[in-house]
């Protein structure tokens, strides 16, 4: 699975809106970017995926290059409680390849009052 | 709808003795997963069952790790015997097949197990 390279944390402020990077320079035609993200205490959650254009959802959204090298997931308006270690995943869906999501380090996001 | 749940949240055993770890997914999810984190490092993909059937256990540690999802519905990871190196959090997770929100890992709070 192609790797994936972002920031180890950043920080925003309460109401402001956060822009994540993510790098993937190897991904491949049929990968997909996933965005999980982990909030203290508790389990990775979905937030977030697509593959070339760009995604809106209730929680995010998800701003993909063109050449599709980088993304960038976007908080709209960050609360205290979307402080949490975010993960950029890259993920085969071409058939028959395996679910698995591989995690990397991830960006741990704080957010100031 | 209730989310996927693991059992025990916590577990402190003594290096060589047995612990069996419960996983029950999201109904009607036919994909299950396991996924550790140990030692502070990055979450791991340990296996990945479809119903009962294992379709990727490249994850697995050694064959003191045994995990099964008999009749396809909840999941038990065993651990025998337990080492040192094996404390850490383990996370299930389970998803769709088929769906528009097949993409979805829907994970558990974890159970978090000490080795002493």
């Known amino acids: 699975d192609a790797k994936t390279t972002q920031p180890n944390s950043m920080e925003s402020n309460e109401e402001e809106p956060v822009h994540l990077p993510c790098n993937h320079s190897t991904i491949s035609g049929t990968d997909y970017i996933h965005w999980y993200r982990q909030l203290p205490s508790q389990g990775p959650e979905y937030v977030i995926h697509?593959?070339?254009s760009n995604v809106n959802n209730r929680m995010a959204s998800l701003a993909i290059a063109e050449d599709r090298k980088s993304s960038t997931l976007i908080l709209h308006r960050a609360t205290l409680r979307d402080a949490a270690v975010y993960y950029c995943?890259?993920?085969?869906?071409?058939?028959?390849?395996?679910?698995?999501?591989?995690f990397g380090t991830g960006t741990l996001l704080a957010v100031q009052p | 709808e209730a989310g996927v749940t693991q059992f025990p949240s916590h577990s402190v055993i003594e290096k060589g003795q047995t612990v069996t770890l419960r996983c029950d997914p999201i109904s009607g999810h036919d994909n299950l997963y396991w996924y550790r984190r140990v030692m502070g490092k990055e979450i791991k993909f340990l296996l990945h069952?479809?119903?009962?059937?294992?379709?990727?256990e490249s994850g697995m540690p050694n064959n003191r790790f045994l995990a099964e999802r008999t009749g396809g519905t909840y999941s038990t990871l065993k651990v025998q015997p337990a080492e040192l190196e094996d404390s850490g959090v383990y996370f299930c997770?389970?998803?769709?097949?088929?769906?528009?929100?097949?993409?979805?890992?829907?994970f558990g709070p974890g159970t978090r197990l000490t080795v002493l």
């Open positions: 997770a389970s998803s769709l097949r088929r769906g528009r929100r097949y993409n979805e890992q829907f």
């Open positions: 069952f479809v119903k009962e059937s294992k379709q990727d």
């Open positions: 697509g593959l070339t």
């Open positions: 995943i890259l993920r085969d869906v071409n058939g028959g390849a395996t679910n698995k999501l591989i």
